[in-house]
């Protein structure tokens, strides 16, 4: 694991199991119905105990319709370590010139943000859109700790950071983080 210091705050970068996580809050790489997926969405649904999950993951989306891309919600973490997990939709990458990194960006300040109006001092991310989204790794990565910093300078949180999965993965997020922090 490696970490940075932000301000008064604690930026991380570790590869692991997101869903191991003693936390306040991990961040879900939703999709816009809440309706549970592959990849880390469906990893997280599984540990946090699927149906329950999707109750509570319906009766947001019942109230607001869908979830757009960038915009983030809150739900409790059931049978995870976590207390909480935040809910956020990446942007699917359409070449960049869809306002996908603006979406991007959004989803992890969002996040933040949220965190910070429930009280929540430690959150966890995975790599939003870089899976079957297809958003380019080193690009994402850029956007998304140049947001994390941003939140911990902002004092949004106190320890925020990124969950991968895989050593290149790791390596590759630390490597710009060093550019970035």
Same mark, same amino acid.
């Given at each position: 694991?490696?970490?940075?210091?932000?301000?008064?705050?604690?930026?991380?970068?570790?590869?692991?199991?997101?869903?191991?996580?003693?936390?306040d809050?991990?961040?879900?790489? $939703?999709?816009?119905r809440?309706?549970g %997926?592959?990849?880390?969405?469906g990893?997280?649904?599984?540990?946090?105990? @699927?149906?329950e999950?999707?109750? /509570?993951?319906?009766?947001?989306?019942?109230?607001? %319709?869908?979830?757009? $891309?960038g915009?983030? =919600?809150?739900t409790?973490?059931?049978?995870?370590?976590?207390k909480?997990?935040?809910?956020?939709?990446?942007?699917?990458?359409?070449?960049?010139?869809?306002?996908?990194?603006?979406? #991007?960006?959004?989803?992890?300040?969002n996040? #933040?943000?949220?965190?910070?109006?429930?009280?929540?001092?430690?959150i966890?991310f995975?790599?939003?859109?870089? %899976?079957? @989204?297809g @958003?380019p790794v080193?690009d994402? /990565?850029?956007?998304a700790?140049?947001a994390?910093?941003?939140?911990?300078? /902002?004092g949004? =949180?106190?320890? $925020?950071?990124?969950v991968l999965?895989?050593?290149? $993965? @790791?390596?590759?997020w630390?490597? =710009?983080a060093?550019?970035? =922090?």
């Amino acid at each position: 694991m490696r970490q940075y210091t932000i301000g008064t705050g604690t930026l991380f970068i570790r590869e692991g199991d997101i869903t191991r996580l003693d936390i306040d809050a991990i961040v879900n790489a $939703a999709n816009s119905r809440l309706a549970g %997926g592959g990849g880390v969405d469906g990893a997280i649904h599984s540990a946090a105990g @699927y149906m329950e999950l999707q109750g /509570a993951c319906r009766a947001i989306i019942d109230e607001i %319709g869908s979830l757009p $891309a960038g915009e983030a =919600v809150i739900t409790p973490g059931f049978k995870l370590p976590a207390k909480n997990i935040i809910h956020t939709v990446g942007p699917i990458w359409r070449g960049g010139g869809q306002d996908e990194p603006r979406k #991007l960006r959004n989803a992890y300040l969002n996040s #933040l943000k949220l965190a910070a109006e429930n009280g929540l001092r430690t959150i966890a991310f995975p790599a939003i859109s870089c %899976g079957v @989204y297809g @958003y380019p790794v080193e690009d994402a /990565a850029h956007i998304a700790l140049s947001a994390l910093k941003e939140g911990l300078e /902002a004092g949004l =949180v106190g320890e $925020a950071g990124m969950v991968l999965h895989g050593q290149p $993965a @790791y390596e590759l997020w630390c490597s =710009v983080a060093d550019e970035v =922090v």
